[in-house]
């Protein structure tokens, strides 16, 4: 079966700092990855996905993610954090052999103070 | 592009009414849409998943009778939540994907359900 850990459920980051959200995934096949962001009261909006290709992929509002196969990780960056990024961020995963469902992880809340 | 809109964003109602939900995608065709749950500070439920012109599959624990998913185009699908009661508030979020298997899904902005 698949699924998705994000270990933290808060990640804390001064303005202007690096900032790190962390995703692990278990599926049986080839991932599809993707991170989405929700802001209060709001839907989630697509950042970026993984299909294939380069293990780093670039994605809205300056965030990126590394896939690395053998620790089965796509951990969520960006270079610079802002507090506009201060959202509830979502790993989410699809594995072709289970269908077009995607599996999202449980959420992180990250908080950028100024 | 790739836009998908949910209305109503907040309902208040009586327990006992039925509430209908829709889900549009404006600017593409989605053949798959999916009815999401979310609880306070958790991550999304799946409820159900369909396919436009069939019946919804819905997730083990989702009564079929309660939440009723039609899905007639290829741009609207609606989720009707019969006979609420306060147990069902709830956020209830839509998505929607494209003909492309890799694809996203694309989220509504979430329907705030609060039943009295």
């Known amino acids: 079966a698949q699924s998705v850990a994000q270990p933290e459920d808060q990640v804390n980051v001064a303005e202007g700092n690096p900032l790190t959200v962390k995703c692990t995934y278990s599926v049986s096949g080839n991932p599809y990855l993707f991170w989405y962001v929700q802001y209060p009261n709001r839907g989630l909006q697509f950042l970026l996905k993984?299909?294939?290709?380069?293990?780093l992929v670039k994605g809205s509002y300056g965030f990126e993610a590394e896939f690395n196969k053998s620790q089965t990780s796509f951990h969520l960056k960006k270079p610079s954090a802002l507090v506009s990024d201060s959202a509830l961020y979502f790993c989410?995963?699809?594995?072709?052999?289970?269908?077009?469902?995607?599996?999202f992880g449980p959420g992180t809340r990250l908080s950028v103070l100024p | 592009g790739a836009v998908v809109s949910q209305h109503p964003s907040r309902v208040i109602c009586k327990s006992g009414t039925s509430v209908k939900i829709e889900c549009r995608s404006l600017?593409?065709?989605?053949?798959?849409m999916f009815w999401y749950r979310q609880f306070p500070k958790q991550s999304l439920m799946l409820m159900a998943t369909?396919?436009?012109?069939?019946?919804?599959?819905?997730e083990q624990g989702v009564e079929k009778d309660k939440f009723l998913i039609n899905h007639a185009s290829l741009t609207l699908s609606t989720l009707t939540v019969t006979s609420a009661h306060p147990e069902d508030s709830s956020f209830y979020i839509c998505?929607?994907?494209?003909?492309?298997?890799?694809?996203?899904?694309?989220f509504g902005d979430g329907t705030r359900l609060s039943i009295l």
């Open positions: 600017d593409f065709q989605a053949t798959t």
């Open positions: 993984y299909i294939t290709g380069d293990n």
């Open positions: 989410a995963v699809r594995d072709l052999n289970y269908g077009q469902n995607f599996v």
């Open positions: 369909s396919n436009e012109g069939s019946k919804a599959t819905y």
């Open positions: 998505s929607a994907r494209g003909t492309e298997y890799n694809q996203p899904q694309h």
